[in-house]
């Protein structure tokens, strides 16, 4: 008996029963393997044969790997070999232009000395021939000197001359100095007394012009009120 659904109503559930007959659910029994066929002598050469027949393709394949080996290992030596030997020709060239370049700096080294030891000689001869000239020239200069020892007492007592002489003026000097204050002293009451005198003078001078302009006012002022009189009566 088994329910295959229920359906809902209003105030409760129904359900539908269906009836089926019984089933038998016994396991089905395993089934046994076949029993083997006996091993032919045909059978056994035939796997023989391809068990070899493997074997010699295995071997093939083996001896084709080891010669393509064989030719890589060739290969990357003749390439190594190859690399090698573009590397010692550019070793090698290197090598000579750095020799060459050497034997060109030594070269020029060797001229730059030369010419240095040239210069040298040239300088040593120079020296050599202003050392004659020297030698003149000490000669000449112990002459100069000479003369200027000569020439320096000369000029000393020249000096001792100037000297004594300047002095003796300035002694004159000094008594003409004295002389003349006696005689300023005299000179200058003189001088004072006719400051005075003419400072004197001209205070009554200009005493005499203030007095003369006054009169001269007074009588520009008595001719202005004479006009003024005179013009007021003619009006009237």
């Known amino acids: 008996?088994?329910?295959?659904?229920?359906?809902?109503?209003?105030?409760?559930?129904?359900?539908?029963?269906?009836?089926?007959?019984?089933?038998?659910?016994?396991?089905?029994?395993?089934?046994?393997?076949?029993?083997?066929?006996?091993?032919?002598?045909?059978?056994i050469f035939r796997k023989l044969k391809a068990a070899e027949e493997r074997r010699q393709s295995l071997e093939q394949q083996k001896i084709q790997f080891a010669a393509k080996e064989k030719n890589r290992v060739q290969e990357v030596l003749a390439k190594s070999m190859e690399e090698e030997e573009k590397f010692a020709r550019e070793v090698k060239a290197k090598l000579r232009r750095s020799l060459e370049v050497t034997k060109e700096n030594r070269n020029l080294q060797i001229q730059a000395l030369q010419?240095?030891?040239?210069?040298?000689?040239?300088?040593?001869?120079?020296?050599?021939?202003k050392s004659d000239t020297m030698a003149k020239d000490l000669q000449l200069e112990e002459k100069i000197t000479q003369k200027l020892e000569a020439s320096e007492e000369n000029r000393n007592a020249q000096i001792q001359a100037l000297l004594t002489r300047l002095r003796n003026h300035a002694k004159h000097i000094e008594d003409?100095?004295?002389?003349?204050?006696?005689?300023?002293?005299?000179?200058e009451e003189k001088i004072i007394l006719k400051m005075e005198n003419a400072l004197k003078n001209?205070?009554?001078?200009?005493?005499?012009?203030?007095?003369?302009?006054?009169?001269?006012?007074?009588?520009?002022e008595e001719v202005r009120r004479n006009k003024m009189s005179i013009s007021t009566g003619s009006i009237q």
């Open 115 to 129: 010419g240095k030891l040239r210069e040298h000689l040239t300088k040593v001869e120079e020296v050599y021939k």
């Open 1 to 43: 008996m088994s329910t295959e659904g229920a359906k809902r109503s209003t105030g409760g559930v129904a359900y539908d029963y269906i009836l089926k007959p019984a089933t038998d659910n016994a396991l089905p029994r395993p089934i046994s393997p076949p029993k083997e066929k006996p091993i032919t002598q045909e059978e």
């Open 202 to 220: 001209r205070e009554e001078y200009y005493r005499a012009l203030q007095e003369r302009l006054k009169e001269h006012e007074k009588k520009i």
């Open 176 to 187: 003409v100095c004295k002389a003349s204050e006696n005689i300023s002293k005299t000179s």
